[in-house]
């Protein structure tokens, strides 16, 4: 992982960012990897000097499930509520004292965590969302996972947790994936996938306010709804996402703050306007920052649009990193890497004109410019959990400002938002062979 | 609780703060109580109609430990190390469609929580810190214990948990107080207290990012060391509270955030500074906001400074709550209330003179100046776990300002710090009868 510390001078450009005299480059690699795994424990024990056990994915035991469930059917509403988790769960406890323990694979079932626990009171915790696919080639597939494994490094460090080794924790995810996976994700439904959730907590039992002492990492697998597709809930026609800008008293994220991390401290305090904007018929908040009304992310999605400029150049554009107040999302960078090596002559099987691929700070001002001169072509959020998914409207100091949405082979999409996801699912299904495609063995277990 | 909404046009007149435009007054009242318990309830069943069900904790029931625990030294190192809880705990469970349950009272144990809970993930968590005293006169008090419920109802609304009717949660912390306060505190060793801690975290096994559909309200006793009292680690002279001043590349709190509420997200991303400012030999952080250093908090606690102005005015200065990015204290604003009452004439008894009590935005820039002019003349945080404790430096960019801090029976503290220290310790052990003494009746089980 790299967190290369910079002093930057040009933050200040626009106004919107203004208190952050340095930044780090929060950007994650594929290709860097820790020195050793005594550089990425986090906590070194000062106390007596012992070096700490860290994470060995080779010593994992398994319990299997005496008791194992049947799949319910996608549709069924425990799957839809997103209840529905798989047959076994990876745990593994680490304390300041005597590092990462033997992993283990248990059946699917509760915690017992003290009252006292950090995670409680505190936040001590952070999580990473992926997914294992089922190939149209028969094989499972996780997407681009040491991207995940990084950054949950990056968010572990930032609340306090402990640190540990990407790649042995990459291979406990693998594990608990080699096991569930077969049954889960049948290899006669190809196209389909489950949801990845590794998770690290704080469960040292002191009330202190401190870095919690005791650890627990944790992974599970759930059943999952389809969140990119949506339809009119009444007429069933296919429609994009409907955001509902953030009002100034409601702010995300902050320079300086952990915008940038997966942590827990970034989603609870959204809910309540997340709440608000259901209740008023959008789906998703979409986090402005700063007086000039900077976009940030939607929901938990990185946001991009597609606009001509007033020059006439066409391009896609999307929040940069450097400010630390938006999230490095795997499929954000994902989007970037294709559309850069892909677009910038253009898509001829669609007659898509070239593209320049654009990050920096744009505004809700210049979207509302960009919709009322006809310029703005498309937009979509994109993350893990709701993949690459259209936006049809945004509402924004009491005006909802349509953007172009078109259905095409019955989902509602821009030509560029409906190329780039059908090569990302592509890649993510097997029917693209690439790289970023991860292979799970389904026999190594 | 008021929550009144109003437009501000002065906030931006150091510009400290500059993205908010409209803020809410977020200060809590022992007066006002809600019209009836449906108005906190927070979450309405709009899906059936149904009136969901308020907290009484008329219904409480209790269960006995079979195993109670003989309580240890206040010098054992599991006190020490905030491990030690009493033998029961409270517990209440909420449904969004059935509202609170039944309370109980069971022995302190484990909690199971299933691992797609979202107070894991999400951070779905808020908490209050109280203390038990066993006062002087035999009596049990809570202090204050109505503002903490009422601050409770702000905490869990904002981080998207149920409401509930304070006064009736007051009741179950008084409760669980009546049932191991005698034995954790017994009455022959006046001067000691319990730490109370009211939590509520959402236990909603559903994995989505959504506003949790079932929820736990828990207390939890611990006996806690003292923390106000500090000695050199080498020499054992009282010394005071040292402080290191926050980087701008780490903010604890922002306008449109949460930083007013206690909230788990507010600890969590505190701590990896913390566990810096331990590892250069300071105390906590002195948490400072925007490119003019304000001063808002240091670690958990608020902050006060008392100086000369350079006109000659003797002021006991903390910052205010209209920016929302500090924590409406109980201990702050009683410590305001008394200084207000008390001390406008000066204080014979001391020999000590007049002093306003100033809400305003301060900065290290000025703490500085002060400092270097002879002008500043104490220093103190205050809150719940650390009641009030006297600072003795704060080290600002490489610079290390000291604070006058003189000891006085053992304690190094500032003359008007110990005075109305010691104003508080009188009401909290019964010596000075006050109406924020709470008398918890021990019959009352």
Known sequence: MTVSIETTSNLTANGIIHTLEKTADVRISELDSPKSPEDTNGFT????????????????TITH????????????????????????????QWTSTHGWQTPTIVPYGPLSIMPSSSVLHYATECFEGMKLYRGYDGKLRLFRPTLNAQRMLLSSTRIALPGFDPSELLKLVVKLCAVDGPKWLPKERPGQFLYVRPTMIGNDPALGVQQPKEALFFVILSMFPCMDVLSHPVTGDPRGIRLLASQEDMVRAWPGGFGYAKVGANYGPSLVAQAEARSRGFD????????????????????????????????????PLHGKIILD?????????????????????????????????????????????????????????FFVAPI?????????????????????????????????????????????????????V
Chains 1, 2 share one sequence.
């Open 329 to 385: 999302g795997v499929t954000r960078r994902s989007v970037l890497e294709l559309a850069r090596e892909r677009l910038p002559n253009g898509w001829e099987q669609g007659g898509l004109d070239p593209l320049e691929v654009v990050e920096r700070e744009f505004t809700m001002g210049e979207v509302e410019e960009a919709i009322n001169e006809g310029r703005l072509l498309e937009a979509f959020t994109c993350g893990t959990a």
């Open 65 to 92: 499930s005496t008791s194992p469930r049947s799949v319910p059917a996608p549709d069924d509403p425990a799957v839809l509520q997103q209840k529905t988790m798989t047959d076994h769960m990876l745990t593994c």
């Open 284 to 319: 998703q908040i979409l986090w402005l920052f700063g007086p000039q009304c900077a976009i940030t992310e939607a929901g938990a999605s990185n946001v991009f649009v597609v606009w001509r400029t007033r020059e006439g150049g066409l391009q896609l554009v999307t929040a």
């Open 45 to 60: 024990n000062g106390a007596n000097g012992h070096t700490l056990t860290s994470i060995d994915a080779s010593l994992t």
């Open 392 to 444: 049809e409207c945004v509402s924004w100091r009491g005006k909802e400002l349509s953007i172009p949405c078109e259905t095409v082979d019955g989902v509602c999409s821009g030509k560029y938002t409906a190329l780039i996801k059908g090569w990302l699912k592509g890649i993510m299904y097997g029917k693209e062979r690439h790289e970023w495609g991860y292979v799970v063995d389904e026999a190594d």
